[in-house]
Nanobody
């Protein structure tokens, strides 16, 4: 089992920035991919960004150019730098990793962007 703990959420005004962090622990053998998903109130879970073990990144269309994902594989950390935040970025952000074909999720952290 892999445990994931997110931190860094909160309330920010539109145009502001936040940085999310996610720490992985437990039975970590070889995490292939890490990333972030979010769920806005009343909506489905959407991709925010992912990063592979080799550093290849993928972003959801709505965050391209504003958000940056990074990771420190040695420390089992993944980060999400969020700039130019918009009210529509509001939601619960979940950390995700994939290891040996299994998906693991954190409990989520709330990000609220006020207009």
């Amino acid at each position: 089992q892999v445990q994931l703990v997110e931190s860094g959420g909160g309330l920010v005004q539109a145009g502001g920035s936040l940085r999310l962090s996610c720490a992985a622990s437990g039975s970590i053998i070889s995490i292939r991919s890490r990333g972030w998903y979010r769920q806005a109130p009343g909506k489905q879970l959407d991709l925010v960004a992912t990063i592979s073990r080799g550093g290849r990144t993928n972003y959801g269309d709505s965050v391209k150019g504003r958000f940056t994902i990074s990771s420190d594989n040695a420390k089992n950390m993944v980060y999400l730098q969020m700039n130019s935040l918009k009210p529509e970025d509001t939601g619960v952000y979940y950390c995700w990793v994939e290891q040996d074909g299994r998906n693991y999720w954190g409990k989520g952290v709330l990000v609220t962007v006020s207009s």
